[in-house]
């Protein structure tokens, strides 16, 4: 059964700072990852798309990495700003099946 | 692109009362479609998914159903609210050969 764990839980950075989101997968059988933003009381946004023969993706200051071997993919974020507070997720589609499998999520408060 | 339609988007409801939760898309034909429910403090929990009309799977055993009565309609369902049914519910649609998937606004129900 596939697991998806991310870490931190919770992470507090002044405005500026680079930072990275952990995200750690238990069956390295995956069709993609994705990585979603979701704000309280919101839906969730797809942020970046990784497919399994990939080993990153980048939009704008966003750059996900993925190394399936391992179970593992980070979210970069560069320049951090206070707009991008926000709940992040980690999903994975296992291989042959329809349906997304997620983390517990990183709630990023960016301070000003 | 893909628009979902959530409603009602809160919902306060008595124990052992019924619901009913719809969800419906535009801008796609033969989506499939996802129930999740995320719970204060949990992850994302997949409810449903359906592949087709008519075509429903379940995640969890519980006291709540899924029907999909049209091609872009998914419904959830349950006949008598148990306090452990709070929370916020999401509907999601994607591809069979896509790889994205997109959510909808989401409800809230608190069952009191």
């Known amino acids: 059964k596939q697991e998806v764990t991310q870490i931190p839980a919770a992470l507090s950075v002044p405005e500026g700072e680079n930072l990275v989101l952990n995200c750690s997968f238990t069956d390295s059988a995956i069709y993609n990852l994705q990585w979603f933003r979701q704000d309280p009381g919101k839906g969730l946004t797809s942020l970046l798309l990784i497919q399994s023969s990939q080993r990153e993706q980048t939009s704008g200051r966003l750059n996900a990495s993925l190394d399936k071997s391992s179970g593992r993919s980070t979210l970069y974020i560069a320049a951090s700003q206070p707009g991008d507070s926000a709940t992040y997720l980690c999903?994975?589609?296992?291989?042959?099946?329809?349906?997304?499998?997620f983390g517990t999520g990183t709630r990023l408060l960016v301070s000003p | 692109s893909q628009t979902i339609h959530q409603w009602p988007a809160t919902l306060v409801q008595p124990v052992g009362s019924p619901l009913s939760l719809e969800c419906t898309v535009e801008g796609t034909s033969n989506p499939n479609l996802y129930w999740y429910r995320q719970a204060a403090g949990r992850g994302l929990q997949l409810l449903f998914y359906?592949?087709?009309?008519?075509?429903i799977s379940s995640e969890v055993p519980q006291n709540l159903s899924a029907s999909r009565p049209q091609d872009r309609q998914f419904i959830l369902s349950s006949k008598k609210l148990l306090l452990s049914d709070s929370g916020f519910y999401l509907c999601?649609?994607?591809?069979?050969?896509?790889?994205?998937?997109?959510f909808g606004e989401g409800s809230w129900l608190t069952v009191v």
């Open positions: 999601a649609c994607g591809q069979a050969s896509g790889n994205t998937i997109y």
């Open positions: 359906s592949v087709g009309i008519g075509q």
């Open positions: 999903a994975v589609r296992p291989a042959g099946f329809q349906k997304l499998v």
